[in-house]
C-alpha cells in the first residue's frame, strides 16, 4: 500500500498551524482584503497560507510553472472570474492562486495585467514565488508583496525554534528518536524548507530508521563532507563530475543550499588557510542559485558551481 505523502497529510488546515513570522499572521487575521504576491524560499508555507485563505471561497488553483500560456489566462482565468457565484456573502468572492509565479511567460504576465484589473470588484489573486525578482515590477505593482522570509534576527530565532520543535514533534510521532545534536545538523541541512525536511523524514520512516544520533546521521546523506574535501582537494574533472552525478543528481537543490553557509563554516573550520576564498564563492553560489531554474538541466548548473568554486580554490 502506498503511503500518503507526509507533504499533503500534515499540511496545516488553519492559519494558527503554519510556522510563520508573527507580521504576516496579523496581516490576515481579517481574511483576504487584497491581491496579495507571497515570495520568499522553498517550503517555508506559501502554498500552504494560499490554500488556507481560499478555503472558504470558489477558488481556481494554477500551477503556473505549468500552464503560463496566454490562452490559459484568457480562458481558464477569464472563465472563471466571469462565472456568476450562487454562493453569497464572503464565500460570493472568488480567488485564484497562481502557484510557482515567478515560473510565467512574458506573454502570461502582460495578458494577465488586465485580467487584474477587470475583474477587482468579485475576484482576488493570490500569487506565490521563490524568486521574486522574476516577477515583472508592473506585475508586482497589482499585488502587495509579503516576504515570507524572517526580515530580522527575532523573527528568524522565533521561526528556527518553532520550525525545529514541530520536526521534534513529527518525529516522536513516528517513534523516531533524534539527539539533540543531530537536530541541528538536520536544522543545519534543511531549514527553512519544511517539505524537503518532511520528505527525508518520510524517507527514514519508510526505511525503518527508529533513532537519529551524531554518528549516524551522515549515513542519511546530511553530510556533505566528502563532497566538501572532494572540492577542495581533487584535480581530477572526470572522477569529480562522476561522483557528483552518481550521489547528487536527485538532490540539486539540498546541495546547492549546502553549498552556502555551510561549507563556508566548513572551510573555517577545516582549511582557514583558503578563508580569502570566502567571498568570491559565495558570490558564485548566490549566482548559481539564483540561476536555478533558468536552466533546461539542474545537474549542468550544479555542476558549473562545484567547477567554478574549485578553479576559485585550486588556480
Known amino acids: 500500500m502506498v503511503q500518503e505523502l507526509l507533504t499533503e497529510k500534515l ?36 502554498t500552504s497560507t494560499a490554500k488556507i485563505l481560499a478555503k472558504d471561497h470558489p477558488t481556481l488553483f494554477i ?9 490559459v489566462v484568457r480562458e481558464k482565468i477569464n472563465n472563471f472570474c466571469m462565472m456568476s457565484s450562487v454562493m453569497g456573502g464572503k464565500a460570493a468572492t472568488k480567488i485564484v492562486i497562481l502557484d510557482e509565479f515567478d515560473g510565467a511567460s512574458d ?39 509579503i516576504d515570507f522570509d524572517p526580515i530580522t534576527p ?15 514533534l513529527i518525529l516522536a510521532k513516528l517513534k523516531i528518536t533524534i539527539e539533540d545534536e543531530a537536530l541541528e545538523e538536520f536544522t543545519k541541512m534543511y531549514f527553512p524548507d519544511f517539505r524537503s ?18 554518528k549516524n546521521i551522515k549515513n542519511f546523506g546530511w553530510s556533505f563532507e566528502e563532497l566538501y574535501q572532494l572540492i577542495v582537494e581533487s584535480r581530477d574533472p572526470i572522477k569529480n563530475y562522476q561522483f557528483v552525478v552518481s550521489n547528487f543528481s536527485g538532490k540539486v537543490d539540498d546541495v546547492m543550499s549546502a553549498l552556502g553557509s555551510e561549507f563556508i563554516d566548513w572551510i573555517i573550520s577545516k582549511h582557514p588557510d583558503k578563508s580569502k576564498f570566502i567571498p568570491s564563492i559565495l558570490v558564485e553560489t548566490a549566482n548559481h542559485q539564483s540561476q ?24
Do not use: H, M
Request: aromatic share 8%.
Open 107 to 145: 506573454q502570461f504576465y502582460k495578458a494577465l495585467r488586465g485580467t487584474v484589473e477587470k475583474f477587482a470588484v468579485n475576484t482576488r489573486f493570490i500569487a506565490t514565488c521563490n524568486w521574486i525578482n522574476k516577477v515583472p515590477e508592473a506585475i508586482q505593482s497589482r499585488f502587495e508583496v
Open 11 to 46: 499540511r496545516p488546515k488553519e492559519l494558527k498551524f503554519l510556522i510563520l513570522p508573527e507580521r504576516i499572521r496579523r496581516q490576515f487575521n481579517d481574511g483576504l482584503q487584497q491581491n496579495v504576491l507571497l515570495s520568499g524560499s522553498p517550503g517555508c508555507g506559501k
Open 154 to 168: 527575532e523573527e528568524e530565532q522565533y521561526v528556527r525554534n518553532e520550525w525545529k520543535k514541530r520536526v521534534s
Open 197 to 214: 525536511a518532511l520528505n527525508k523524514i518520510q524517507s527514514l520512516n519508510i526505511g525503518g530508521i527508529s533513532e537519529i544520533n551524531s
Open 63 to 71: 500551477n503556473v510553472s505549468d500552464e503560463s500560456s496566454v490562452d
Open 292 to 315: 536555478r531554474n533558468l536552466v533546461i538541466d539542474p545537474v549542468v548548473s550544479l555542476l558549473s558551481l562545484i567547477f567554478t568554486i574549485q578553479k576559485t580554490l585550486l588556480g
